[in-house]
Structure formats: C-alpha cells, structure tokens
C-alpha cells in the first residue's frame, strides 16, 4: 500500500464503486484501494474486464469483490449492496459512476432509448444511495459522478445530459436529506476525459480535439477525477455538501475556440 496517500487515509473503510471493470470507476476503485479502502464494484457484461479490477485492487494490498449486476433493473440493486455489506459487514462510501446512454439527437431518440439512460444514470443512483445509506450507520460519503453535458448542450447528448442534469438535483437533495445522518453527498463534474466512452459518440474526433482547448492546455485524466473524488471521501471534506466539483482544466471558464 502507497504511504504516502497517510494524510487522507482510507484505511479499513469499505467503499461501493459502481460500473468500476473500466474507465473513471477503474480509476477511482484503484484511488480509493491505495488509500487503504476495501473494495466492492459492480459490472454489467465485461468478465474479464472486471477480473483485471479486481485482480489490480486485490495487489495493491486491499480486499475486492466484484458483482455482475445491471444497476438499470433496479430488483438487482439491494442484492449488490447485500453482497458487499456479507462480505466486509460495513459501508463507508459509495461512488456513483455507472452510466449509459444512446447518442442520439432529440428526433432520433425514442421512448426506449430514454427510459435506459434516465433508469442507469439517475434512478439507479438514488437507490443505491438509499441502500447505502441503511448501511452507514455511523455516517459516509456519497459521491456522484456528472458530466459537463448537464449544462452545456453538447452534440448527440440529449438523453445523457438530461439525466446528469437530474443526477446534479438529485445530489443536492441528497445532500440535504442525509446530512443529519453524517453522510456527506456531492458530485464530480469531468470535462472531455479520454475514456472508452467517447468510441459511442459520432463525433468522437470533435471531442478529443476539444479535449485540450482549455486554459491549462492539458487533457482531463481519469486519474485526475479520482484523485478529486477520494478527497470529497475523506474526513477533509466533511464540510463540502451538495455540491458539484467541476474538473476541466478551466474549459467552463473559457469559450472553446
């Protein structure tokens, strides 16, 4: 285990990272692992994805469970939290990072299409903040993962960005309805990150070229909104609520040319 993550030691906490087989929950699962969090992930089809995880958090020194659940059939969402809390007999943390979506513009999309999106990206991460909240019962740490699309219109991102937009209310209520608790509840808001994501977009290219136009000149890692996110769940943080941390390397602040 990393010493030198001591100051925001995570050490014996138990952490729920959803969709973590790959991408910004890949990130934040190994993050919060060399903190000193145990670990327990879901994933939705990618086996020998979530065994890489699993098999990388388990060398850093820490214990790890990975679940196969599809966190948009909400009937599989108390049995992922009945799993974790059998095997570590507590929860700490819970991270929010599972999502989909179809890139569709408005009259291309269906009915279809948005009860998918809206079921994985919103609803799904108010249960699992219900269940986990049962289980931290001496307080914790909530944190949802959005994305810039819920307040800038981006290109083919009219289902996502309205469910992260949602995501963003629904932190806030979170927020406020589980702070007498000691669960302290945020979001983090990523910029353009190089994730396996951006092969589902039609206008990926776009994108990636976007990616560095912003004031630091450097592109958003997935390591970047890890670190962000294992401090919004450290003691540190505890007076930081219901609010949406964005990490873009300044882009919001100034206008892409």
Known sequence: MNSSYSEHSLQGKVA????????????????????????????????EAASDTQRDIENIGVRCIKVQAHLGDSSKIPPLFDQVYQEFGRLDILVNNA????????EQLDEKHWDWTMDINAKAPWL??????????????????TSEGSRTV????FSVGT???ALEAITRYLAVELAPKGIVVNAVSGGYVATD???????????????????SKKMVTQEDIAKVVAF????????????????????TLAQLE
């Open 16 to 47: 729920i990272v959803t969709g973590a087989s790959r991408g910004i929950g890949r990130a934040v699962a190994l993050e919060l692992a060399n903190r000193g969090a145990n670990i327990g992930f879901n994933y939705l089809r990618s086996h």
């Open 99 to 106: 999502a989909s979506g179809v890139q569709k513009t408005l």
């Open 128 to 145: 699992c903040s219900k269940e986990a909240a049962k289980l931290m019962t001496s307080g914790g740490y909530i944190v949802n993962i």
């Open 154 to 157: 981006l290109p083919y991102y």
């Open 163 to 165: 469910s992260k937009a």
């Open 197 to 215: 994501a951006l092969e589902h977009f039609p206008n990926k290219e776009e994108m990636l070229s976007n990616a560095k136009r912003n004031p």
């Open 232 to 251: 919004l769940c450290s003691k540190d943080a505890k007076m930081i609520l219901g609010q949406i941390v964005v990490v873009d390397g300044g882009a």
